[in-house]
């Protein structure tokens, strides 16, 4: 690392929290208000990064008990398969990126999406599907329905 005026000194912008919080030292922690006594107890200081959105895809869709499961599990009970697009996974994961609340503000986002949709399946018995893409996750736009074919009364 270079030093002095040939140095490339990085703004405050140009670090990612994650990178910077690496680089503690156990005088950090004293200046920052932590007793000696506890600080000497710590055998190592490990950092954590932020969640990028591939990462925030997989906490949506992998787990046994992931959000998307969960609501097609709940649609699943009233007859109607739910499908969310590619692009609407990665638009959740942009947004719970650019709100900075990381796998916490997955589920607040997923519930504002789903809450009409959620509200409306029951009463409605001529729906097979629900298609969630992209644009119902970033400009609030009705989901596709697939409707279920009538039986015809003889």
Excluded: C
């Amino acid at each position: 690392q270079t030093m002095g005026f040939a140095a490339n000194i990085k703004s405050k912008k140009e670090f990612k929290l994650g990178e910077l919080l690496e680089q503690v030292q156990p005088e950090d922690l004293l200046k920052f208000g932590l007793i000696p006594e506890f600080i000497g107890r710590l055998p190592v200081i490990a950092t954590l990064h932020e969640l990028n959105e591939d990462a925030l895809i997989d906490i949506l869709t992998k787990p046994k008990n992931a959000l998307v499961k969960q609501y097609q599990k709940l649609l699943e009970l009233e007859g109607v398969s739910l499908r969310f697009s590619d692009g609407a996974l990665r638009a959740v994961a942009q947004e719970a990126i650019k709100r900075k609340s990381g796998a916490r503000g997955l589920r607040s986002i997923l519930e504002n999406m789903m809450l009409d949709i959620m509200y409306d399946i029951p009463s409605r018995d001529d729906i097979a599907e629900v298609i969630i893409n992209e644009e119902v996750v970033r400009h609030g736009a009705e989901p596709m329905m697939v409707y279920a074919p009538r039986a015809e009364s003889a």
